[in-house]
């Protein structure tokens, strides 16, 4: 059993810059991939970026060139830095854990995320 908790969430201002935590209750240095998602109100949960085991990204097209994940195996802890936020990157953000490629994934409860004057 995995439990990730999400914070950093907030308001901010188009164009502002925020940065996402998600800590693991367990070493994450094993774990195949982890990475974030969100949804927003009347939309499906959507990938936002994921690192994998071996240090592999992959961003969502919208996201590319602004957000960047990374992860800390001592802290146990995946990072989701967020710069130039646009007011269509408001969503509840999700943490997403995956220990081998087969099984079933681990989400966090989530953090929510609004970007507005």
């Known amino acids: 059993q995995v439990q990730l908790v999400e914070s950093g969430g907030g308001l901010v201002q188009p164009g502002g810059s925020l940065s996402l935590s998600c800590t693991a209750s367990v070493s994450i240095r094993n774990i195949y991939n982890m990475g974030w998602y969100r949804q927003a109100p009347g939309k499906q949960r959507e990938l936002v970026a994921t690192?994998?085991?071996?240090?592999?990204?992959d961003y969502a097209d919208s996201v590319k060139g602004r957000f960047t994940i990374s992860r800390d195996n001592a802290k146990n802890t995946v990072y989701l830095q967020m710069s130039s936020l646009k007011p269509e990157d408001t969503a509840v953000y999700y943490c997403?854990?995956?220990?081998?490629?087969?099984?079933?994934?681990?989400w966090g409860q989530g953090t929510q995320v609004t970007v507005s004057s």
């Open positions: 690192t994998t085991i071996a240090g592999v990204t």
């Open positions: 997403r854990a995956r220990i081998t490629n087969y099984s079933s994934p681990y």
